[in-house]
């Protein structure tokens, strides 16, 4: 009979299950960013699975460095967006101020 592999869904709970000390002596605030993290894990597990080569808690961390990479780049592009907009309520102050 053939060997019965762990599911990534099994795999990032047994991490997170092996950190249960860990989670235990962090504020509360810090243990709701460790949950984050590992929610962002199970949005990968069809990835996670697919890294035979890697420790499973490399692919579990690699998950998760993935979506705050996505979520930084998604800030990045706000606040460059936001900038934009200030730069141009800036020129209409000005714009504004010199004609008045």
Known sequence: MGRTLVTA??????EQREFGDFYRALRRADQQAFEEL???????????????HALPFEAVLLAMLLEECKKSNQLSQQLDELGK???KLHQLVDEFTSSA
């Not at 869904?9 to 047994?14: E, G, N, R, V, W």
């Open 9 to 14: 869904t099994q795999i990032i709970l047994d």
């Open 38 to 52: 590992f929610s962002h894990a199970r949005k990968h597990t069809a990835p996670i699975s697919m890294a035979s």
């Open 85 to 87: 907009v200030v730069d």
